[in-house]
């Protein structure tokens, strides 16, 4: 809410539906995470949280590794989602030979090493990459970092990109049968 864009994107939302915002476990306010976390149990986690809202039906707007945890639910609870939007997103984290478009182990590591060594830090290149048009905007990187550190700490950070690096839901998307885009 305090990013002016972010801001005006989830009030353009609350016109026409109501807005149910979700952080996956380990970060922000929740517990952290003691062992591993599965995309399955992130699916579930969502669908408590829909409990909680009182939400039988919802759209789902993903984001980044969010698409994964959207597509599980969409696939294995099909009557609780209406569609799905996977903005940003992949189905497979890491490279494999039949996904080979897509960074290494090795290259993974590298990159959440050099994240959580800028972790919470304005000048982190890390809004060059993911949003290149804005790099400059000073505004956005201090939010940014602000984020960042109420989000995790460089270690929580790092630790939770590392349990990115093995998910896969290829299997499951062809078990979704809701409008998705």
Do not use: C
């Not at 009182?54 to 969010?66: D, Q």
């Not at 830090?121 to 990187?141: E, F, H, K, T, Y």
């Amino acid at each position: 809410w305090e990013a002016p864009a972010v801001r005006r994107f989830l009030e353009a939302l609350t016109v026409f539906s109501r807005v149910i915002l979700f952080d996956k476990r380990g970060s922000g306010l929740s517990d952290r995470l003691l062992d591993g976390q599965t995309v399955e149990q992130d699916a579930l986690d969502a669908l408590a949280v829909l409990d909680a809202a009182g939400s039988e039906r919802a759209a789902l707007l993903t984001y980044a590794t969010g698409g994964v945890t959207g597509a599980t639910l969409a696939a294995d609870h099909p009557e609780r989602v209406g569609a799905l939007i996977m903005y940003a997103s992949v189905a497979r984290t890491s490279w494999a030979p039949d996904y080979d478009w897509a960074l290494t182990r090795e290259e993974r590591a590298e990159f959440t090493e050099r994240n959580a060594s800028t972790w919470g830090n304005s000048d982190s290149p890390i809004l060059a990459l993911v949003a290149p048009s804005v790099a400059d905007d000073g505004a956005l990187a201090e939010w940014l970092a602000r984020m960042q550190r109420l989000a995790a700490s460089p270690a929580e950070a790092r630790a939770l990109a590392s349990g990115l690096a093995d998910m896969d839901v290829r299997e499951a998307l062809p078990r979704i049968s809701v409008p998705t885009l």
